[in-house]
């Protein structure tokens, strides 16, 4: 059931997804002077809450559609969208822009199986609709009703994935309204800070980790060099489960840190077996624009962070089958870096299946693992999964190293709030478990009393 949290004289919101939720994200405005109806995101559910992809909307009824990132939890409903009517323009950042195409791509040949011409089509629709806005420049949207003011539009970065933004909404009566999307921590090394916005009168905040503070940066890099170097010492694979946009991408980003501090041998093989992070990884390399001031000057050094010699990639499945195959028979030693990140589909269930009932081999969670997923029964300890209707025993080590969230940890978003001067009038908080918004919920309340 869709959620109301705001409605007055000027603004009504609607939460059709990621309101006391992890995902699904997908939050309706009516903004009632000008009479536009806005959508900030149109995402999947995922995990726990998956559910069949379905839009409960009248597309026609909506004039634009505002798009934080490109993870399907905020866009992979876009299709569905199209299908209910909806022809207005997609806000979004350029990069962003890349990146939806491939996802939505992916999401209609594994949930639909989908004609590669159909989904031709759908991509091509998509783009024909989105419109490129550059950061901190505020856009018009114009009034359907005559005499009434404008609402403007700005997309500031967030820090989560390339490409990522909050939204920020100038409401005719001049009040500011933020959605934060889903908002990058502090500090790490690929993509800049995100900073919180000069002004925000109601400001709808994620909490996905409200109540956990994440391992530090340099924390993450010396536990992923300790297993690396206790696994080589015991033989076997290490299988790292990753989501394609931004974690694969951070991960490869430290493992070539490693490599050039000699901390890693020069001959162990890094396997990326994910085509759809492969296309992804490229979009990372083509915008180098975005990315921080730390990562700009490796390349100026003539590094490559992100295309290394010791990088493998896998492209056809016979390839992969026969990693998966070699690694189970020989227990040699291999970083593997595979899709998806909660272990719900994709390549790395094929080595999990082969290789969780190996004591040698080491699995590295570094991501949200969301309720009832693979993923998180494995972070929760349990010895006997079900993979493909089979029982498989596991012996191998669960690793979990929050430090590679791509989400903003309790104390990322308390600052979050603190930055904004004077304190927003509302504070509404969306995209997280109850549990999660209780704790955050606490803090903020500290800070703006």
């Not at 889903?182 to 800049?192: F, K, R, S």
């Not at 840190?257 to 890094?270: E, G, S």
């Not at 904004?420 to 478990?433: A, K, N, T, V, Y």
Request: glycine share 6%; proline share 6%; aromatic share 6%.
């Amino acid at each position: 059931m869709p959620n109301t949290s705001i409605d007055n004289d000027i603004l009504t919101v609607i939460h059709h997804g990621g309101y006391r939720t992890v995902t699904g994200s997908c939050h309706q405005l009516d903004i009632k002077p000008s009479g536009l109806r806005l959508l900030i995101d149109c995402g999947q559910y995922q995990g726990d809450e998956a559910r069949e992809a379905r839009v409960h909307l009248n597309g026609k009824g909506i004039d634009a559609l505002i798009l934080t990132h490109a993870h399907i939890d905020h866009c992979g409903l876009l299709p569905w969208l199209l299908a209910a009517g909806f022809s207005g323009p997609i806000y979004c950042t350029e990069a962003t822009a890349a990146l939806v195409p491939l996802l939505i791509n992916d999401t209609l040949k594994l949930q639909l199986n989908m004609r590669h011409g159909d989904r031709q089509r759908i991509l091509k629709r998509i783009s024909q609709l989105m419109v490129h806005l550059p950061y901190n420049t505020w856009h018009r949207l114009k009034p359907k009703q005559k005499g009434q003011s404008a609402t403007y539009l700005r997309l500031q970065p967030a820090g989560h994935i390339l490409g990522s933004a909050y939204v920020e909404l100038k409401l005719p009566d001049e009040r500011r309204v933020v959605f934060s999307g889903d908002l990058g921590p502090c500090n790490t090394p690929l993509l800049p800070d995100p900073k919180p916005p000069a002004r925000a009168d109601i400001l709808y905040l994620e909490s996905t980790y409200g109540d956990k503070t994440h391992q530090s940066v340099a924390t993450r890099s010396q536990r992923l060099e300790a297993i690396i170097q206790h696994s080589l010492q015991d033989g076997g694979a290490i299988l790292i489960p990753a989501f394609s946009v931004g974690r694969t991408q951070e991960l490869l980003f430290d493992i070539e840190q490693l490599i050039y501090q000699k901390q890693l041998d020069n001959a162990l093989p890094i396997i990326l077996d994910s085509p759809m992070a492969q296309q992804v990884t490229r979009q990372y390399r083509h915008f180098k624009k975005l990315w921080s001031k730390e990562a700009n000057a490796k390349l100026n050094q003539h590094r490559h962070p992100l295309a290394f010699d010791q990088c493998i990639t896998i492209d056809a499945h016979s390839q992969h089958q026969a990693l998966v195959n070699r690694l189970k028979q020989t227990g040699e030693p291999a970083i593997v870096v595979a899709a998806s990140g909660m272990c719900q589909g994709g390549r790395i269930m094929n080595y999990l299946n082969a290789l969780l009932p190996d004591p040698r081999t080491d699995v590295i969670l570094a991501g949200y693992q969301a309720q009832h997923t693979l993923g998180r029964e494995l972070q929760q300890g349990k010895k006997q999964v079900w993979i493909d209707n089979e029982a498989i025993n596991v012996q191998a080590q669960i690793h979990t190293l929050s430090g590679y969230s791509a989400h903003a940890d309790q104390t990322d978003l308390v600052n979050f709030v603190h930055g904004i001067q004077p304190p927003p009038e509302q504070i509404q908080l969306i995209h997280g478990e109850p549990d999660s918004q209780r704790m955050l919920l606490k803090c903020i309340e500290n800070i703006t009393r």
